[in-house]
């Protein structure tokens, strides 16, 4: 058999009659060198030739004699060296230690690169994630060393550099890197999922090969690994991973999923909606391939999940965050927004592992003490009792004007005043929303006459010489309806910080008197000409309190939109539009009220990503400063953060 690509050729012999193996391979090569004299353009380059054989699967010298040079017959025997052969490292026995040498060796190498430069840690997990991860692909691609070795010799060298430089803890729960953003991840590959997945591509392209001898090679070893996975399972003592096996299960699944179609994961009708995959996949092999490794992602990621249910070291708290909206982990934010620290807070805060007393008791720290809360309120000091349950940190009696919780409350609702302020500004100074364009008629030359006119008026209307066309619309949604808004918010837009609670400004008169609970939102808008009031009321929770506290807030204010919404009542019953917003402290939204509130405030997209920044780094920032101040009992007043600010509204457009 013969192979060759470019300049590299390999002759492989085997025994024939009673010739031996390497007299029939001395015979092939001296023809060889016969071809390569007749053509007077080629020549062999001796010292490049090696030569090894196999005999009951160990490695001898064939003692081939093809060309002399120097004294020396070539190919020489390979022995203890390794030789590369089409990107391959190979020894004489075939194996792929030398490979798995090579393989660690770059990796290593790869990590003192990086670590050893000045940059951040972000650039330098951006650098692993778009650089060294490729680099790595392509020696997994061409070798075949078994998914064990990734996984006992390569991952742990990865888990180990991105903890060092997202600053998780050794105890922390590496997934946090590799999981999707849906899942509050970063979404970096992880190695010993893309070893197989390059495996996988491999396989296909070699199944789908137009060299029907390349196709029957891949067939051959199809049918080997297919009976020895029957034979494995009957036994039930192989946890061999073999890649035909898995790309035929694969593709199964491919198919099956044509069948069934797209699901619905909300209570929306059957195929309603735009497609799961916006774009458009080619047809052929290279479709079937994009299909199956997306099949291989999901199941990877559905593994990682159950992982994180099943096994105890971890609190992964981040599962019971009912589909909240992340923070936006992409590389475009982290880089030239974000800084070393936020990162770090995010993805412990996430994964719950900041060292709180709580924590620190748990890792059996000295430093944990008794575990308690830092304010001494004599509760467990954990993550979600110093961001959220802190009796000491809400009394605004101890800590007035300006709690800590009240802060980050108000720094968020900041940011939702300067975006709501921007767009009743742009609604009160539009133009009216009936305004019509003058627009010369196109069919005026189409009908001489009104006689070929019917009576009805709408075909009379279109033999004038010019006709009426509704213009753009100026205003959208409520806004549209009114042009005198006004704004009420409770924060002092003035020096930029809070006013309390207990000097907080009240229900605008105008509307209704009223006092008492549930008479107060965060944020009013109203418009007295066309009476429809918006009020927005923000809750700051921890994330699995969100739905909790959506449905409080909700039954706190139902009284008083019922009252308003009275047509018997003294005045006149206006249109209410109650918006429940909740942001948790650690950045994730709840997505159904907060994108029913962008909706209602008419925010278009650049609007209502440049909002969900900032709303989220408001979140995110001043729950790290509380963090660093669990330990001190007095909070001074500091102003608010306007995050909104940190966004230009093209910064934001993607």
Known sequence: MQTGYADDLCITTGTHG????????ELVLKKFQEWLQWSQTMAAKPKKCIASGLKGGKPFDPELKVWESEGKWFPKYLNDDHFKHLGKDLLA?????????KVLAKLNE???LVDGTLLNDIPKLWIWANYVVHKISWLFLIHDFPPSFVESTLQPIERRTLKKWGGLPKSGDPSIFFRSKEHFGMGIAELAPLHKKQRLIRRHQLANSKDPRVRQIHNDLSEYQAQRDKRGSLKRGTNEWKECVEMDKLLAEVKTNKIKGSAQTNRAGLGYGPSK??????????GEREQMLRVFTEIEEEARIVRALTQKKHFSEWLKWQCALAVDLSWQQLLHKQSDSFLRFLLNSTEDSLPTPSVLKCWRQASAGDGKCPLGCNYAGSLKHILCSCEAAHRTSKEAPQSRITWRHDSILLAIYNAVKEQVDKANSADPADTVNRIQNPLQTIFKSASILSDDSEDKAVCGNVFSVPGPKAKEEVLSGASDWKVQFDIDVTDGTSLGYRTSLPFPPEIAVVSGKGSRPDGVIWSSSSKTVIWIELTSPWEENMSKRHYEKKSKYNQLALELRN????????????LEVEIGARGAINPQSWQWMCKIMGFDSNTRDRLTHAVQDAAVHCSHMIFLCRFHKIWETRPLLDTYGWYGAAEVSE
Request: aromatic share 8%; glycine share 8%; proline share 10%.
């Open 18 to 25: 009673r010739h031996s193996a390497a007299s029939n391979n």
């Open 110 to 112: 790869y990590v003192d």
């Open 567 to 578: 047509p018997q009542r003294a005045g006149g019953a206006w249109t209410v539009h109650p």
């Open 277 to 286: 995959h916006k774009r458009r996949i080619p047809s052929g092999p290279k």
């Open 93 to 101: 026995d075939f194996s792929e230690a030398q490979a798995k040498k």
